[in-house]
């Protein structure tokens, strides 16, 4: 069954600093996958998402995302990150040949002005 | 930029107690979606809908829910007898092609379903 993990469960950073979430799948196959941001009180907004490819994928507000496929992974970065990027942010996953989409636990990240 | 609406933002029931979630989809999507998220868990898949019937769902969505699509704009989640442990926010989801074919989901903003 496809899962996915994210490594950390709070991120606390300034700002300016540099930012990294983990996410890991597990799926051998063709997969899709997707960042997510819950904003305080709003709803589940895309950040960005893979299909194929170059495996650097930019997103909006400054994120990028990259695909390692051997790693089975697609880590979210951002160089340098605002107060106003204080949210909750979602990895997904779903395989090519349809399905649900399946989330990460979610990571909380404080950026402390 | 069309979004996906929810009502009501906030419902409080009784255990035993039916409700019904209301959602418009984007118009023009196809595929429509009902996740929720337990405070402090990840988000889960519940049912997805296309052509009006079920396509699939998940070990959560017992004979307890239901999805109806009764008109050509709203996308209902039921709730035939609310336990404690329904209580989560409830999300639906819209999109155009599908998930996995080159369209992500629209969400909306989520229904706080307080069962006491």
């Known amino acids: 069954a496809q899962s996915v993990s994210q490594h950390n469960h709070h991120v606390i950073l300034s700002e300016a600093a540099s930012l990294e979430l983990g996410c890991n799948y597990s799926?051998?196959?063709?997969?899709?996958l997707f960042w997510y941001v819950q904003y305080p009180g709003q709803h589940l907004q895309l950040l960005l998402k893979?299909?194929?490819?170059?495996?650097l994928v930019k997103g909006i507000k400054g994120f990028e995302a990259e695909f390692i496929k051997s790693k089975f992974s697609f880590n979210l970065r951002k160089p340098s990150v605002q107060w106003s990027d204080t949210a909750e942010y979602f990895c997904?996953?779903?395989?090519?040949?349809?399905?649900?989409?399946?989330f990460g636990q979610g990571t909380e990240l404080s950026v402390k002005p | 930029e069309p979004e996906v609406t929810q009502t009501p933002s906030h419902q409080v029931t009784q255990m035993g107690q039916e409700v019904i979630l209301r959602c418009v989809p984007i118009?023009?999507?196809?595929?429509f979606y009902w996740y929720r998220q337990i405070l402090g868990q990840k988000v889960e898949f519940l049912v997805s809908?296309?052509?009006?019937?079920?396509?699939?769902k998940s070990e959560i969505f017992d004979d307890q829910f239901s999805v109806e699509r009764p008109d050509g704009s709203n996308f209902t989640l039921k709730i035939r007898s609310t336990k404690l442990e329904d209580s989560a926010m409830y999300f639906c989801?819209?999109?155009?092609?599908?998930?996995?074919?080159?369209?992500?989901?629209?969400f909306g903003n989520g229904t706080r379903l307080t069962v006491t």
């Open positions: 893979y299909f194929s490819g170059d495996p």
């Open positions: 809908f296309y052509n009006n019937e079920i396509s699939e």
């Open positions: 989801a819209s999109s155009d092609l599908g998930t996995g074919i080159h369209s992500p989901l629209h």
């Open positions: 799926y051998g196959g063709t997969v899709n």
């Open positions: 118009s023009n999507h196809l595929y």
């Open positions: 997904a996953v779903i395989a090519n040949q349809g399905g649900k989409l399946i």
